[in-house]
């Protein structure tokens, strides 16, 4: 059985005593591709430097919707995009949670450039929406005519549909395993299984087995095993399905 996280966070300081272990982790469960998400340019550049060190981690490198840009952020991150373990552009997209975050031109605008860099370089997108979604619907309407996934997917059927329609993919985190979880399980049960793909988003929203505790990448296989009694499939049949979108979507 093979599984992929497709959104981890490696790079973050929850795993700097004990990365390998964490790796081992993963391919002892069957997690046996990473992508890993840099943030910001610091991140990204922490990111390939994990990707360098294991040969089944990858990475996407791109600016989050709640960061404050700095000139030649942007620049720094197309240059970066062009290593050869990048597999995607971002996480980016729209962000309006807190008030200190840029406004919504602003978030738009360098949305759009993240965009048009995967575009140039025949890269998919890793979107981040949160309390953005009408926005978001709006912007994608406008702009969807580039490959992406909506990471953590966390709202209801109505707008996972809108996403397909529009040609997108959906990802899970352990988000889908928790108990009070019933618009994302609604949604988990109905979606056609060639737009779905699973994460961990670690180190946070560890499955419900590990609620509190850090997140890691292999955890995705508690996140398939729910996926799997969900959709009346056996875990080696989610597997093999969520590992292909992952493999075709991402090229790895």
């Known amino acids: 059985m093979k599984l992929i996280d497709t959104h981890a966070h490696l790079d973050f300081p929850q795993f700097k005593d ?42 996407a490198v791109g600016i989050h919707p709640d960061e404050h840009v700095k000139e030649g952020d942007f620049e720094e991150i197309s240059k970066l995009a062009r290593h050869k373990k990048v597999v995607a552009i971002g996480e980016c997209g729209l962000d309006f949670f807190r008030e200190e975050n840029p406004d919504r031109k602003i978030q738009e605008e360098m949305f759009l450039r993240h965009i048009n860099l995967a575009k140039s370089l025949y890269k998919p997108v890793v979107v981040h929406f949160r309390n953005a979604y009408d926005e978001a619907l709006d912007f994608l309407i406008r702009h969807h005519d580039f490959e992406f996934v909506v990471h953590c997917f966390s709202e209801d059927l109505r707008f996972a549909e809108k996403i397909i329609e529009l040609g997108g993919m959906i990802s899970f985190t352990g988000i889908l395993t928790f108990k009070n979880a019933k618009l994302i399980k609604e949604v988990a049960s109905s979606l056609p299984l060639d737009r ?55 090229g790895i």
């Open 18 to 59: 004990d990365l390998d272990q964490v790796v081992k982790n993963a391919k002892e469960k069957g997690v046996y591709k990473i992508v890993n998400i840099g943030c910001n340019p610091e991140r990204a550049k922490a990111c390939l430097e994990i990707a360098d060190r294991f040969e089944n981690v990858f990475c």
């Open 196 to 250: 779905i793909m699973l994460e961990t988003d670690c180190p946070f929203l560890a499955p419900q087995r590990y609620r509190g505790e850090r997140c890691e990448p292999a955890y995705v296989y508690e996140i398939a095993d729910y996926l799997a009694d969900l959709r009346d499939l056996s875990l080696a049949e989610i597997a093999e399905i969520t590992t292909f979108n992952a493999e075709r979507f991402f």
